[in-house]
């Protein structure tokens, strides 16, 4: 069910790109989320560069709007009341697997 459910609702996060200077191009910069593992302690064990999926409970503490020339940009602030770890099977769909599964049994038949 986690993964029907996230498949329609996670969406791809684009980099803001910020900074220009004169001599340094603009870099992409993501949302950001920091914590401790008071918070979550598996991440004493994880490594820099590397994907992780977080279920996340969030209560809405702010919300501002500014306006961009004729659109407006909305920013929120939340408390985190609780978090998780989830696992790449609880969330991502594995067509490769399902894929080479697929062919193993085709020619497991077709051979056997």
């Avoid at 914590?35 to 064990?45: A, F, H, R, V, Y």
């Avoid at 609780?82 to 609880?90: C, M, N, P, R, T």
């Amino acid at each position: 069910m986690l993964k029907e459910l996230l498949k329609e609702k996670l969406k791809t996060v684009k980099p803001k790109k910020m900074g220009e200077t004169f001599d340094e191009p603009k870099k992409e910069y993501y949302p950001h989320l920091n914590l401790s593992s008071d918070d979550l302690k598996e991440i004493k064990d994880w490594k820099i560069g590397k994907d992780y999926y977080l279920v996340i409970k969030v209560e809405q503490t702010n919300k501002n709007m500014r306006a961009e020339g004729k659109d407006e940009k909305w920013s929120a602030d939340f408390d985190i009341k609780q978090i998780g770890v989830a696992s790449k099977d609880d969330v991502v769909e594995d067509e490769e697997k399902d894929d080479k599964d697929d062919i193993k049994s085709k020619l497991k038949s077709k051979y056997a």
